[in-house]
């Protein structure tokens, strides 16, 4: 199954190094998600490790500054983009 994460109906998208099954977030991330987005148990979120590969996840667990998941499918492959896109850009002197 290839599909895009931006099309999965999520609360939030984050980053993690390994999708696993269970996952704690307690750092930059797990900060940013309970105490900035105030996602709160039984919402989704989507984790990317930015490879490609993507994987929804449940909120079983929010306390100040760390969120616990739990997977609610398998990992998905973003499909290549062709044309590949590239972006540029010229920084402007201050």
Not at 21 to 30: E, I, R, S, W
Not at 48 to 76: I, N, S
């Amino acid at each position: 199954m290839t599909r895009f994460a931006a099309l999965y109906p999520a609360t939030a998208h984050t980053f993690l190094p390994a999708l696993d099954d269970d996952v704690t977030l307690d750092d930059d991330a797990g900060h940013h998600l309970s105490r900035v987005r105030r996602v709160r148990a039984g919402e989704t979120l989507t984790a990317a490790d930015g490879d490609g590969r993507w994987r929804p996840y449940a909120v079983v667990g929010v306390r100040p500054g760390v969120v616990d998941l739990h997977a609610q499918g398998a990992t998905v492959v973003e499909p290549q983009l062709e044309p590949r896109l590239v972006v540029a850009f010229a920084l402007t002197k201050v």
